[in-house]
């Protein structure tokens, strides 16, 4: 047992309740780094949840209702890995300038 | 401030455009300076380090006198912008300070119509130029020399930036398209670029 002991000063209570990131966070808009968003075709998708797990700016998440993955324009910064790891091949780049949506417009870069 | 500097913003992509960025502010830059005007040119200290894909600006200032806006490091009035990737016009409000009777400068395959669909503001405008330097320039190769604070003078403008600035001097009076020419690696972009570019008037 006495191999257990932490001396007191390096005690610290044994983890905490933190409030879930579960909103997106406004002041990092990363969706204007993008020159080509992924575009799903939902016929060919098994939703594998390959693209929820990959994309690092958790672009892409599972609709319950509907069964379909959901991709965000804002945050979605245009890296494609989504598409190299796709395993169904249903996702593909298309030059942003074809989309009227997915406007971010910032004053300032940073 | 008074209104007698002229001022330009380049918006160039992080990483694969930083380069091409800065040259097309040198090339601006040396150009005028042949044409006998006081230049500077510098990149936003804020936008760097760069990240892939990261709006990043880059500024001239072009002047017939000394230029004595010390320790002014952004252009917050630019009489010209230059976009050096056109999907940029989706994620910046690119005329930001931008006063009435203002240029626009597009590296894009698309027609001015199209461009002006995305920006909200275009009454600043007295006129677009969209000019395709991407397809101008691809044959020519791309580095990542020259990043972050190089200096190379041999090969300032061998890429997008030469057919950029040479559609800009159909525009702006502060610089002549020899001059570009003769500032510019790539002259038969240059050229390229001025002849190729699809002007139009607001
Ligand atoms: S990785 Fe491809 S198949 Fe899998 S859920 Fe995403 S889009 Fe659908
Ligand atoms: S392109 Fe990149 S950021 Fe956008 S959804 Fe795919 S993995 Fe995520």
Redesign the interface.
């Known amino acids: 047992m006495s191999r257990f002991i932490i001396p007191k000063h390096l005690e610290v209570p044994l983890g905490a309740v933190l409030p879930a990131p579960v909103k997106e966070q406004p002041g990092m808009i990363t969706g204007n780094w993008r020159t080509e968003r992924p575009v799903i075709d939902h016929e060919a998708c098994t939703t594998c949840l390959n693209c929820f797990i990959y994309c690092p700016d958790a672009c892409w998440h599972l609709d319950e209702k509907t069964e379909q993955m959901v991709w965000n324009a804002d945050y979605c910064k245009g890296c494609l890995i989504c598409i190299n790891e796709c395993p169904a091949n249903c996702l593909e780049p298309v030059n942003e300038l074809e989309f009227p949506d997915g406007v971010v417009r910032l004053e300032k870069p940073f | 401030m008074s209104q007698e500097v002229y001022e330009v913003t380049i918006w160039a992509?992080?990483v694969f455009q930083d380069m091409e960025g800065r040259h097309a502010s040198l090339l601006m830059a040396n150009a005028a300076d042949l044409g006998g005007k006081f230049v500077q040119a510098w990149d936003d200290y804020?936008?760097l380090p760069d990240?892939?894909?990261?709006?990043?600006?880059k500024y001239v200032r072009l002047s017939d006198e000394e230029i004595e806006m010390r320790f002014v490091y952004v252009n917050n009035n630019p009489n010209l912008v230059v976009i050096m990737?056109?999907?940029?016009?989706?994620?910046?409000?690119i005329l930001?300070g931008m006063p009435k009777g203002g240029s626009l400068i597009v590296n894009?395959r698309?027609t001015p119509d199209?461009i002006l669909?995305?920006i909200?503001n275009k009454e600043l405008l007295a006129n677009i130029v969209c000019v395709d330097a991407s397809g101008i320039a691809a044959d020519a190769a791309i580095d990542f020399m020259g990043s972050e604070g190089g200096v190379e003078v041999a090969s300032v403008g061998a890429g997008i930036s030469a057919p950029l600035v040479g559609a800009a001097s159909k525009v702006c009076d502060m610089f002549d398209v020899k001059n570009v020419v003769k500032v510019a690696a790539n002259k038969d972009g240059v050229q390229k670029g001025f002849d190729s570019a699809q002007v139009k008037a607001l």
């Open positions: 992509r992080g804020a936008d990240r892939v894909g990261v709006p990043l600006r990737d056109d999907t940029i016009v989706k994620g910046m409000n930001r894009t698309r199209e669909a995305f909200p």
